[in-house]
Nanobody
Framework: QVQLVESGGGLVQPGGSLRLSCAAS????????MGWYRQAPGKQRELVAV???????NYADSVKGRFTISRDNAKNTVYLQMNSPKPEDTAVYYC???????????WGQGTQVTVSS
C-alpha cells in the first residue's frame, strides 16, 4: 500500500499563489507517477497535472501557464505551485499516485482550495 498525505490548501485571493504538497510513504517502489486531481461541487473529478519519475509532465489546458507540478524524489513528495489562481480553481484537490495511465491506484484524502477575494 501507498499512503499519500496532502497539505497546503486554504484560502487564496485571485491572482495570488499557493503551493500544495503531497508526501508519499509505504510501497514507494510501486509508484512511477504522481499527480493532482480536483473536484468542485457538483462536478466530476478532473485531472490537473501529473509528473512521472523521469520528470515528464502533463497539464490540463485550464491550468497551463499558471500551475506547475514538480517532485522531490528524495522526499517522495510532489508539489503543485498554483500561480494566478481563479475562482473557478476552487475545489478539493486530491493527490494521486501509482503506475500506468491516470487515474492511478492511490489517493490522498484531499485538501480544500478556495479562491476568493
Amino acid at each position: 500500500q501507498v499512503q499519500l498525505v496532502e497539505s497546503g490548501g486554504g484560502l487564496v485571493q485571485p491572482g495570488g499563489s499557493l503551493r500544495l504538497s503531497c508526501a508519499a510513504s509505504g510501497r514507494i517502489f510501486s509508484i512511477n507517477a504522481m499527480g493532482w486531481y480536483r473536484q468542485a461541487p457538483g462536478k466530476q473529478r478532473e485531472l490537473v497535472a501529473v509528473i512521472t519519475n523521469s520528470g515528464s509532465t502533463n497539464y490540463a489546458d485550464s491550468v497551463k501557464g499558471r500551475f506547475t507540478i514538480s517532485r522531490d524524489n528524495a522526499k517522495n513528495t510532489v508539489y503543485l505551485q498554483m500561480n494566478s489562481p481563479k475562482p473557478e480553481d476552487t475545489a478539493v484537490y486530491y493527490c494521486n499516485a501509482g503506475r500506468g495511465v491516470p487515474p492511478y491506484a492511490y489517493w490522498g484524502q484531499g485538501t480544500q482550495v478556495t479562491v476568493s477575494s
